[in-house]
C-alpha cells in the first residue's frame, strides 16, 4: 500500500515554482503534466484584476508572474509549474486589451494589441479577434486570442477606436462591417444590422 502526499495548494507555494523556471519569455506550460492539486482561491474579474483569497493582488509584478504560467484546458483555467497544477476562477477572458497600435491601411494595415499584464499580440491568422453579443442586450464583447486557448477582452475605448477603422467587405456572398489586420479580415457585424442599428 502506497501513502500519497496531501498537497494544499497556496498562492506563494505557486508562486516560488514559478519562479524558480523564470527564463527569457514565457515559460512551456503546454509542455508540463504535474499532477493537479485542487483549486486554490483565486479569480481573475472581468476587469482583469487578480484576486486571492477575496483581496486584489496589488504587486504587479505578482500578477505578470501568474499570467506566465495560465494555461486553459477545455473550458478550466489553470496555474501550472513543473510540479503542480491548481485550477482558479476567470470570469470571463484571462487578459484585457488595454490599448493597441495600427500601422498601415486598408487590407494592409495592422493591429497590435497590448494587455493588461504587458503581453503583446498583432490580430491575424494566429490571433484572431472575435465579437460575442450578449443574447439579451446584443451588447458586443469583442476579444482577441493572445497564446493558447487565452483570450483578451477588449475594453471599450480600444473597441470604439477600432470602430472608426472598420470598413465593408463582403464573406460569403454577405456584406459585413469588421477589421483588417495582418491580412485577415475579422467580421464585427453585418453591414445591414449596422444600418438597423
Known sequence: MTSQNVVNPSADGIAASAQAVQGKGLPPVHKWNPPFCGDLDMRIARDGTWFYLGTPIGRFGLVKLFSSILRKDG??????TPVEKVGIT???APFVA?????SGQ???????FETHVGDFATAGPDHPIRVQRDPETGEPSP?????????ALIDRKSFYRLIELGSHFDVKGQSWFGLW?????????TSEELLEG
Open 75 to 80: 473550458d478550466a483555467y489553470f496555474l501550472v
Open 90 to 92: 476567470v470570469e470571463d
Open 98 to 102: 488595454t490599448d493597441f497600435e495600427v
Open 143 to 151: 476579444y482577441i486570442l493572445i497564446r493558447a486557448n487565452l483570450e
Open 181 to 189: 489586420s495582418d491580412g485577415v479580415f475579422f467580421p464585427v457585424i
Open 106 to 112: 486598408g487590407e494592409a494595415q495592422c493591429l497590435k
